[in-house]
């Protein structure tokens, strides 16, 4: 066992003792709230199945999961068990968006025994190993702006895999592969380009991109692809997506988004929210023709790329809305 390999076992022996010490309760008992799956490389699949029972004579109520990235994405097959009745909770990571090395996924599981809120912490370890990359590993797109937005898949092998198809979650949603190009560094590049179907739904939309490829070990690698689609407003933000971007060790600069009123009225915003809490909102308090939100980032809280965000920005005056504004945060 290598050292690295090592320190990971000891964080799992050390989540396991914290949170074994938890179903002592005697209602929801996970068997494994720690998994370390080895070693894994980057565009794979990772998926892990946390199994839980039901150990307490009342009925437990699974109301809610906080993850420590928006790579992870848990998924619960069922919201209410009764007692001896046994569940999982099924944790998916999008690997394509981290850098190769030991990494640590977390999710607290929220749930509610009678008037009762409790919290179960579990945690997947493993180490990345990085032969491919794509470019960007999740999008957010708008759909008036959709014929800007591609994707480059790369393989540094000698012996590249190829690409058999490209698939979307939606018939709407158009994706299209490009023939594969060799780069001077010895690498093969795929570009997918999207397009979307005019009937394509308006809203916020959350699609993948399946790519398909001859080598058994990336079948099936999939972007998260975000597609927001807003019918004409006559409320206007100004930029219309935000990147921060900061120095390894410095702290993210500000960015200052801008709403105005086609018809210049005053503009007024009752609350602003991020999916992420890592994402910082100051915003006015008084109407104005100009509304303005200052948005900045935690840095301690973003150690590399994080995949994109949004913003929300409900107005009520002069007419209610709600803005989406996608952020993404990036060190360099």
């Not at 068990?81 to 599981?109: C, D, F, I, M």
């Not at 008037?115 to 708008?142: G, K, N």
Request: hydrophobic share 40%; with cysteine; proline share 7%.
């Amino acid at each position: 066992m290598t050292n690295l390999e090592f320190a990971l076992a000891c964080r799992v022996l050390l989540l396991a003792s914290l949170c074994g010490a938890v179903p002592a309760r005697a209602d929801l008992h996970f068997a494994e709230p720690a998994a370390h799956v080895g070693v894994v490389y980057a565009g794979a699949a990772l998926s892990h199945e946390f199994i839980f029972e039901n150990q307490g004579p009342e009925p437990v109520a699974i109301i809610g999961a906080r993850t420590s990235c928006g790579c992870v994405l848990p998924r619960l097959p069922q919201a209410t068990y009764r007692q001896g009745e046994k569940g999982s909770v099924v944790l998916e990571v999008n690997t394509l968006s981290q850098a190769a090395g030991p990494h640590a996924w977390n999710v607290t599981l929220n749930y509610q025994i009678g008037s009762v809120r409790r919290e179960m912490c579990l945690q997947l370890t493993a180490r990345l190993l990085s032969e491919i990359t794509i470019q960007p590993a999740a999008l957010v797109v708008f759909a008036d702006k959709i014929g800007q937005h591609e994707l480059a898949l790369s393989d540094c092998r000698p012996e590249p895999f190829a690409v058999r198809t490209v698939r979307a979650s939606s018939d709407k949603l158009l994706p299209r592969i490009s023939k594969a190009s060799a780069a001077s560094q010895g690498e093969t590049t795929w570009k997918i380009s999207l397009a979307l179907a005019d009937d394509y739904p308006d809203g916020r939309h959350d699609e993948i991109i399946d790519v398909y490829t001859d080598d058994p070990r990336y079948r099936d690698i999939r972007v998260p692809v975000t597609v927001i689609k807003n019918r004409h407003q006559r409320l206007a933000v100004t930029p219309s997506q935000v990147e921060l971007v900061a120095a390894a060790g410095q702290p993210f600069p500000s960015r200052l988004l801008r709403i105005r009123d086609e018809q210049e009225q005053p503009v007024h915003i009752d609350q602003v929210w991020c999916d992420d809490p890592a994402i910082l909102c100051e915003w006015s308090q008084k109407a104005g023709p100009l509304a303005t939100v200052r948005v900045r980032a935690a840095r301690t809280a973003i150690q590399g790329e994080s995949l994109p965000k949004a913003i929300h920005v409900r107005i009520d005056e002069p007419v209610p809305a709600t803005l989406t504004i996608p952020v993404t945060c990036v060190v360099r």
